[in-house]
């Protein structure tokens, strides 16, 4: 009789710690893999701390930049973004914008399973004309960042993400046929953004 009941506990010891295993795994699965690709779409939001390009840029459009990442490693990515965008709101007023932006920085994972914090960096530029004729002005904006966030694996190819930026951010503005320029700057938060990533 005790060898039978050993026997079950031994049965039943052994599925518990497969099934924790199973679990674990899908979990993992569902994470941050190294090699893995990512494309991230979102909204991003500027903070009134550091929106000074929507307060010096009317025309330029507040996020235009599309974003990547690529995992070096399970709990470290690098990213990367750039954006074009040329605007002409046509007659009467002729105004034109033409918006030019990059952006990189690194990314570190605190726990790789399917709810993944992370805290990290990013280095944004970017430059924009907006105007015609004598009036036109040549903006340029520039922001160092830190961020901290989680991203939750919904399955193997896509997740939703929310983060938030702290750093410094400037914005200089000049005209483009000549003249002296303004330059506003600004510490504190940046951004605040909610996004979803498609992986590959």
């Known amino acids: 009789m005790k060898k039978i009941a050993l026997v079950g506990t031994t049965l039943a010891l ?6 924790a295993s199973a679990a674990s795994a899908a979990a993992a699965a569902n994470g941050p893999t190294a090699g893995k690709f990512g494309i991230n779409v979102g909204f991003s939001q500027p903070t009134t701390t550091g929106s000074i390009a929507a307060v010096t ?10 974003n990547g990442k ?24 002729n105004s034109k914008s033409t918006n030019l932006g990059f ?3 690194f990314r570190k994972y605190l726990k790789t399973d399917d709810l993944a914090p992370f805290v990290g960096g990013k280095l ?26 989680a991203e ?12 938030i930026g702290f750093g410094y951010s400037s914005s200089e503005s000049k005209p483009a046929a000549g003249g002296a ?17 498609f992986y590959y």
């Not at 052994?14 to 099934?19: I, K, S, V």
């Not at 399970?74 to 074009?84: F, I, Q």
């Not at 004598?134 to 922001?143: K, M, N, W």
């Not at 320029?181 to 990533?197: E, L, P, R």
């Open 70 to 93: 690529y995992f070096i490693s399970k709990d470290m990515a690098v990213l990367a973004g750039v954006g074009l965008v040329i605007v002409d709101s046509g007659a009467p007023s």
């Open 181 to 197: 320029s303004t330059k506003a700057t600004a510490f504190g938060t940046t951004t605040f953004s909610v996004s979803a990533n």
């Open 103 to 105: 952006q990189g920085g």
């Open 152 to 163: 939750y694996f919904l399955a193997k190819q896509f997740s939703l993400e929310g983060s």
């Open 14 to 19: 052994a599925m518990a710690a497969g099934g």
């Open 124 to 149: 944004q530029y970017l430059s924009t004309r907006s105007g015609a004729g004598p009036g036109a002005q040549d903006v340029t904006d520039f922001a160092l960042m830190a961020e901290g966030g």
């Open 57 to 66: 840029n009317n025309n330029a459009p507040r996020d235009f930049m599309i």
